[in-house]
């Protein structure tokens, strides 16, 4: 239905989003958060043809799709907020001192905005992931212009979005090519957008294959830029031992809901569930089949992420030591619900699952699998071996987390986030959230794509040296007109600089 | 003298630093302090030896040694207190609201290290940017391991200082295996390290060929990891109108100086200037020209130094429309003075140096090249059209930088510091300062390698949800045990939580 835009197309897309940089990367940051908040009125006041196109495009039913909304709009306000309060931009002075042989001079740090940004949004998002999402507003809030490149899966509902965009930015005066809408479905057109010169960092949520492409493309570039690839995650959960006596079947109740939540379509879904053998863990077990069996799950986004959860359940399903805990059987197995999966339950042996790389993979969708240990050294091992994750979840008593601190070490050291006797789906949208992770959870540990500090992302620091005040950025004028928290001489202050 | 470590050596290295790390990552902020405060007391009790073999090994008068010296400590110690004052870990809490549908969970966020990490030191700083310099200091506040590759040119400096590190390490019981010194003149010593899976990170000053060939293995590896290269800058200096007008004369003497301050081997050094064709500029190149053949430089750090400088200044005079402004004879051509440079000026048209990425290179040494522009536009042509710097200066009047706005932010883009009216030389040790820039200045532009951010080059964020406040670290805790600044709720505080 949407074309491919042109090779030339996108070199204009690109050249006008570097003219309107020119510009924009000296609005105050009043402006840009007026812009971000543009955006989310415009969201806010949009009409309900939306959750047609959208619910039509990825099977996410309307009431999902209104929360969604809603976050998107939050997001957007949320982020125009930090982008005004200025504490991102981690503002530095050191005053000069004269006296000094030789004089110390004046220094004054910022962060100063990369420049144009592709974003390439998540199919399980589409509001909030997506055109207007998270990668958008921390780059529009950063001072960055932003080409998004609409996902295929839902190329209308994306269309819809960026005339939302276009109508916030005209109200704003913002200047034309501070938002680009590209249509790809060959590969060609993302290579183009990463490996062009005036692009300068890439937001990215999917899979790992695509991501990794994307970093290996920006790594090729005779000037390597930031990829900020969020690339899925298994998100281990813990079963320690006095917990999971406690009460099997309640831990067993929760996590049958997190696994199935949204048909198992997000990247905190609790794949990977580690304990120890005994009475405790089988009735975990049991529960956890019972309850799986029935839930009754909605649709998957589309044909090819449904195909490949079949392909990736079952392959892990036949890998050695696996039992199937459930019946692997497609009840709707008709055209109308061929996209209505069964959630897959296994369980294998920790001895298994260390020597079978396959079995750490993420599979997405309502699967989960159990690793049984037999003693403590055992799940201490599973822990060292896991990859990076964006979430590990601990599931302790007081006891439990007093006795294995060297466990729970091991288990910090692979996440980016660590969550206590609750279920990682759900990522809050807070300063304190993390949504990121050691490699391959993200491409980049060091920043997060939820929450203000995504902000920072698109953004590099900038030092002016004796520089005349009058013509400094507003945030480092002696007087603190905006008002903000600044680092004068190693000491936090709001206080103008004599 | 010294023998490379053998592969077996360097995996038992590392596999004693991710021991020491299991222990060293729990350290307090004090202790980490004390740890640095520990190194820069033996550094500072340690006897004028030092000096000897490092003016042998390097050249360096003991003069500049002693002040290099100083700084090193001041590094040390000032890291150390930034490390305590806790402000680089960026604490960000949101506290539970469990009245909202659905409940908002606690999450507290805070660094935590990255592991091991490898640091590659700079032949230009023995001491300030080698064995115990910024690199290292970083690592440790951080709470990261550090093991260095000795450097080839000055293995004996670095074993002297290693050997302090090994006996700060012991008083304060910090484990064997937080510091290792490695051996290795080939190549491969470094490429084991950079591969090693429990190496997590790596420090890295010196030339693009070596810092480029790490960012590529690092990339190569199953986990790609940071890599912080400092790789080199041309620190270009614009010569705005009004101000050279002024005085020509003396701006020329100040930059005399800064070009062949260090025999020029500073990766500061100004060596491209950027002005308009003129009687002050013909006035500002006579005068430049004049200084630098009065001056006489000391030795360069070593031979192969000394030959890359003949070549590669012979390499930019035999280009196109390029002019020697300096008889280029050596006239201390004999074995002993060897190692002593010429100051070479050659000059070109904007044109030339436009068509010819050789004049965009640096030339390390006492050398530098005049671009002619014929109009302002010309002027903003060149400074588009600059890869990434660690510096840039502008000369101008505040009417200058009031009729060339569209000039200076072009410069910015290209740059990490932007200095008016004075020299790039001089790197101050401060939190405001920003060393490193875009591509290819350094390897991530991010982060920085002077000041006590450059901690954070070493950690990245961890959120903790729904955490047991007890178990917290310390940093986290509700009632803020270490009195330092967090964000809760939005709000900067010092303020326990309720």
């Keep these: 239905m949407f074309t491919d835009n042109t090779t030339a197309e996108i070199d204009e897309a690109v050249q006008q989003a570097w003219d309107a940089f020119t510009i924009y990367r000296n609005y105050s940051l009043a402006k840009r958060a007026d812009f971000l908040r543009a955006i989310a009125t415009e969201l806010e006041n949009c009409n309900d043809e939306l959750f047609t196109i959208t619910s039509a495009e990825t099977n996410l039913p309307e009431a999902r799709l209104r ?84 996902h295929p899966a839902h190329e209308k509902t994306s269309t819809f979005i960026a005339n939302l965009i276009f109508s916030a930015a005209q109200k704003c005066g913002v200047p034309k090519g501070m938002f680009a809408h590209i249509y790809g479905k060959d590969f060609k057109v993302g290579k183009q957008l990463v490996m062009h010169p005036n692009i300068k960092a890439v937001g990215f949520t999917g899979s790992y294959i695509g991501g990794k492409q994307l970093v290996n493309w920006a790594n090729e570039r005779k000037e390597p830029i930031p990829v900020f690839a969020e690339m899925g995650s ?18 067993a109740k929760m996590f049958a809901a997190s696994i199935t939540l949204g048909v198992g379509q997000f990247c905190t879904k609790p794949g990977i569930f580690v ?54 059987t497609n009840q709707n197995d008709n055209l109308e619900n061929k996209l209505s999966p069964t959630p897959i339950l296994s369980s294998t042996t920790a001895k298994a699952f260390l020597q079978n790389p396959i079995l750490h993979k993420e599979v997405f969708g309502p699967y989960a699998i159990i690793v049984r240990c ?125």
């Design 67 to 150: 929360n969604e909304k809603a976050r998107t709009i939050f997001q957007l306000n949320s982020y125009a907020d930090a982008c005004e309060r200025g504490n991102w931009l981690d503002v530095k002075i050191d005053t000069a001192n004269n006296e000094r042989t030789p004089p110390k001079p004046d220094l004054r740090k910022t962060l100063t905005p990369l420049g144009p940004v592709v974003v390439f949004g998540a199919s399980n998002f589409p509001f909030a992931y997506s055109t207007a999402g998270g990668d958008t507003a921390s780059a529009f809030a950063a001072g960055c212009p932003v080409l998004v490149k609409a």
């Design 234 to 251: 298994t998100n281990p959960v813990f079963l320690l031992q006095e917990k999971l006596n406690n009460d099997p079947e309640a831990i």
């Design 275 to 328: 304990g120890m053998e005994g009475d405790s863990l089988i009735t975990f077990t049991t529960t956890l089949a019972a309850e799986l069996k029935n839930t009754s799950v909605g649709l998957m986004l589309h044909k090819g992420i449904e195909t490949a959860y079949q392909q990736n359940a079952t392959n892990a399903l036949q890998q050695q030591d696996v039992k199937n805990l459930l019946e692997f």
């Design 374 to 498: 037999i003693n403590e050294e055992e799940v201490l091992q599973v822990a060292k071996n896991l990859e990076g994750q964006l979430t590990s979840t601990i599931m302790a008593t007081l006891t439990d987390l007093q006795n294995n601190e060297n466990l729970i070490d091991c288990i910090k050291n692979c996440c980016g986030r660590i969550i206590l006797n609750t279920v990682p789906t759900g990522v809050e949208v807070v300063e304190a959230m993390q949504h990121g992770g050691p490699f391959p959870a993200s491409s980049d540990s060091r920043f997060g794509s939820v929450g203000a500090d995504a902000i920072k992302r698109f953004a590099r620091p900038i030092a002016y040296q004796n520089w005349d005040t009058t013509l400094l950025p507003d945030e480092l004028k002696s007087e603190n007109p905006l008002q903000i928290w600044r680092t004068v001489n190693n000491e936090l202050t709001k206080a103008p600089i004599n």
